[in-house]
């Protein structure tokens, strides 16, 4: 075989295994390449600019080409190109349509990447529905019915049904952030401006108000986060729990509690196989687990039981593999 037709050969091959995946998120953006088996080949990492879109979409793409170039490849040699995006998304993979950043509201972002990639063509995806087909692809041990929930700053829903993602007349189906949760003392969601929403009682933010409270009354509680160095938030919570401090278990227990409800509800409505977590909060998943699964079988009918609480495998890189899955749709 000539140098040639080996250089051919080896080309052909990557041709059908890798594909150019870009995460673009609220703080970070990571742009990869990525193996058909969702093996991340290499990558960068650099903060998400809010407020110039087009200069991000301009770096996205360089950093996807200098990728490319370290492994001696050119985008002709990918079999596709995918990206998360903080926001709602057209069914065509193409225009943001809602997005909180107002120099990204409303843009072709497909079109804009695959301009900057010689007119190779990009599908786009809300970054928690990715997470969703990430799962689906590279994990989720064979699901085909189950709601993915990110706990982080907010929370955040994409439901799977007979193994395709449901996206709802606007593309906001599974935002179940907004589930009802709390009558009695209900507190405002940042997100929609109702009261007593889950992202409002069960997120990130959320933990953080009520440990600070915590902090507050109990003036031991502040003193042993200030000995041991540790931030006076969720993570410092997490720290406190996990060394049995009742007061930071306390928060997890009403953290967990609210949990519990809301995806009560979402499983009456959707009989999913199983319910997966992701994101930072979702990390504390053994301190959670037992407190979600208390009210969670209390407001799911028998008959849905048993439902799968599940942590994800996919760590950190959740939303990326689901550019690469996204990249990877119908092959
Ligand atoms: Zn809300």
Redesign the pocket.
């Known amino acids: 075989m000539c140098f040639h037709s080996i250089s051919a050969a080896v080309t052909r091959r990557r041709q059908a295994e890798m594909v150019g995946a870009i995460d673009i998120g609220g703080t970070k953006t990571i742009v990869a390449l990525v193996q058909e088996d969702g093996t991340i080949v290499d990558s960068e990492r650099f903060p998400t600019c809010r407020a110039h879109c087009e200069a991000h979409l301009d770096a996205c793409c360089e950093a996807l080409q200098r990728l490319l170039r370290g492994q001696g490849l050119d985008v002709r040699c990918l079999s596709g190109i995918g990206a998360t995006v903080p926001g709602i998304v057209d069914e065509k993979g193409q225009m943001l349509v809602h997005c909180a950043y107002p120099d990204w509201n409303g843009k072709p972002i497909g079109h804009m990447l695959g301009g900057r990639m010689g007119g190779f063509p990009v599908l786009i995806e809300n970054d928690v529905n990715a997470c969703a087909l990430a799962e689906l692809r590279f994990g989720a041990g064979g699901l085909h019915d189950f709601l993915w929930v990110t706990v982080s700053t907010g929370v955040g829903g994409a439901v799977v049904s007979g193994g395709r993602l449901v996206r709802g007349s606007k593309g906001f189906a599974g935002e179940l ?2 589930i009802k949760v709390e009558y009695g003392r209900p507190c405002v ?12 009682h069960g997120s990130g933010r959320a933990l953080d108000r009520m440990f600070r409270l915590e902090m507050k009354r109990n003036s031991q509680l502040a003193a042993l986060v200030e000995g041991q160095g540790l931030p006076a938030d969720g993570r410092g919570c997490a720290a406190l729990a996990q060394q049995g401090v009742p007061q930071a278990v306390a928060c997890f227990r009403r953290l967990g509690s609210y949990l519990g409800r809301g995806l009560g509800a979402a499983v009456n409505v959707l009989n999913p196989q199983a319910v997966i977590l992701g994101g930072g909060v979702a990390d504390s998943f053994s301190l959670m687990y037992n407190f979600i699964m208390e009210t969670f079988c209390s407001c799911v009918h028998p008959s849905l039981m048993p439902v799968q609480l599940l942590h994800t495998g996919l760590g950190y890189h959740a939303a990326l593999l689901g550019a690469a899955a996204l990249a990877l749709k119908g092959k």
């Open positions: 952030g907004h969601c940042p997100s929609c401006g109702g009261r007593g929403c889950l992202e409002a």
